[in-house]
């Protein structure tokens, strides 16, 4: 399934490339195109060869067959380094920053300004990450200690940091997946400042809507192989589906009818201090119960609770109408 692309060279691309892992064909021969001052969505389910495909745009996996290319000529980067001297770099799901330096100090760890006697020009370090959230169009203290940081706040420096190397490629990867509503519109205000600046930006997300709020285009893949390179406009979720699994969503998950039994699992008042208070649900034989919230409003911590692992303060845990002690999961 191909379709017309833009009429200029991409700025990063993969031409025809495979990759095995012993028996397993990772990728079968996959073209991706990334260019500049677009978003561009990498979907398919768990196992389709997107984690493999960010890898070789990365340096991390060097190909079997095909070609990388960068801005039009080949290139081939023996590692991570290579990629991010070129201009490319990852924004995971997760970033892993130094929690007892500051945020600045973390962007510019072993590049730091330097002053006479070879000393760091610790200033200069704040003022280049003010400037750097500023062209970001977001507010971050340089100074704060990267412990305590919420995990947006903490892809943010990533971004930052990306920036600093003149990365002209940010792979983002799940990036949204531990983020509440708010910390998901910001980033994509980010994203937009990205593109107006000329960046090519990779985004990965299981979240169908969030593809079709943010990219242009969407590449997919299925069982390693391509199954299309295709602008968002006039798809639609259930489009993208029936090319990620190959049949209709209908198909992939029937609705079965079936009758609530005795209750299997009551939760009365649980309550734990400064944690979550009075939680009352039920579960029945034969039913699924869904637990939501944004993230930090206590659906773990009453898991865990439930299960055993953490104690409780207040209520009730029955299972069959055994009431439960509270902290003791080889019970549960």
């Keep these: 399934m191909t379709h017309p692309e833009p009429e200029t060279t991409p700025v990063l691309a993969l031409e025809e490339v495979s990759k095995s892992f ?35 745009l990365a340096g991390v996996h060097r190909p079997d067959a095909g ?59 704040k003022q280049a990450a003010a400037d750097l959230f500023a062209r970001l169009g977001v507010d971050l203290d340089p100074d704060q200690p ?25 792979i983002m990867d799940e990036p949204t997946a531990a983020l509440t509503g708010s910390e998901v519109a910001r980033l994509f205000g980010v994203v937009k400042t990205l593109r107006e600046q000329g960046a090519a930006v990779l985004f990965i997300s299981h979240r169908l809507e969030e593809i079709f709020a943010l990219c242009q285009r969407v590449t997919t893949l299925r069982d390693g192989a391509l199954i299309g390179s295709e602008p968002l406009e006039g798809l639609t979720e259930d489009d993208l589906v029936r090319r990620m699994v190959g049949r209709d969503l209908d198909e992939l998950y029937p609705k079965q009818e079936t009758e609530a039994g005795e209750v299997a699992l009551q939760v009365r008042r649980l309550t ?24 930090g409003a206590g659906r773990s911590e009453v898991a865990r609770a439930v299960f055993g692992v953490d104690r409780f303060d207040g209520g009730e845990v029955e299972v069959l109408g055994t009431r439960l002690k509270p902290g003791a999961p080889s019970v549960a």
Aim: glycine content about 10%; proline content about 3%; charged content about 25%.
């Design 272 to 295: 734990r201090e400064g944690v979550f208070t009075d939680v009352s649900f039920e579960v029945r034989r034969g039913e699924i119960v869904g637990l939501a919230g944004l993230v």
């Design 146 to 170: 990267a412990r305590g940081l919420s995990i947006a706040d903490q892809q943010l420096v990533e971004i930052a940091k990306a920036l600093s190397f003149d990365a002209r490629v940010l």
């Design 22 to 56: 012993g028996a397993v064909r990772a990728l079968r021969g996959v073209s991706l195109r990334l260019y500049a001052g677009e978003a561009h969505a990498l979907a398919g389910e768990n196992g389709a060869g997107k984690s493999t495909l960010i890898k070789a």
């Design 67 to 125: 070609t990388v290319l960068l801005d039009g000529a080949p290139v081939e980067f023996h590692g991570p380094a290579d990629a991010r001297d070129a201009g490319v770099a990852v924004i995971y799901q997760e970033p892993t920053l130094f929690p007892d330096l500051s945020v600045a100090e973390n962007i510019f760890m072993g590049r730091q300004p330097r002053r006479s006697l070879n000393r760091v020009d610790h200033r200069a370090v």
